[in-house]
């Protein structure tokens, strides 16, 4: 069993910056996957940043130029550094893990971001 523990959300003013942290912890943790979702108010939950076994990265393309996702293989933790935060940024992020089958990932329990004028 894996479990993820998130830190770092909380509330800021427009133009403002956070950093997420997310640490993964089990028996026999290999490099997987993870990345970061989002879902605001009354939204659909949408992926934010990916980082795949093999280092590649993705991003949800209304926070390209913004968000900075990286990893620390060894600690088997993903961060997600936020500058420039604007309104529509709120919402409650959530790390995830690659597990055995995509029904099968490890979901943390999530932190909310907000932020305000």
């Not at 659909?44 to 968000?67: H, M, N, P, Q, W």
């Amino acid at each position: 069993q894996v479990q993820l523990a998130e830190s770092g959300g909380g509330s800021v003013e427009a133009g403002g910056s956070l950093r997420l942290s997310c640490v993964a912890s089990g028996d026999s943790l290999s490099i997987a996957s993870m990345g970061w979702y989002r879902q605001a108010p009354g939204k659909r939950r949408e992926v934010v940043a990916v980082i795949t076994a093999d280092g590649s990265i993705s991003y949800l393309d209304a926070v390209k130029g913004r968000f900075t996702v990286s990893r620390d293989v060894a600690k088997h933790a993903i961060f997600l550094q936020m500058d420039n935060l604007k309104l529509e940024d709120t919402g409650v992020y959530t790390c995830v893990r690659a597990g055995p089958s995509p029904s099968r990932d490890y979901w943390g329990q999530g932190t909310q971001v907000t932020v305000s004028l």
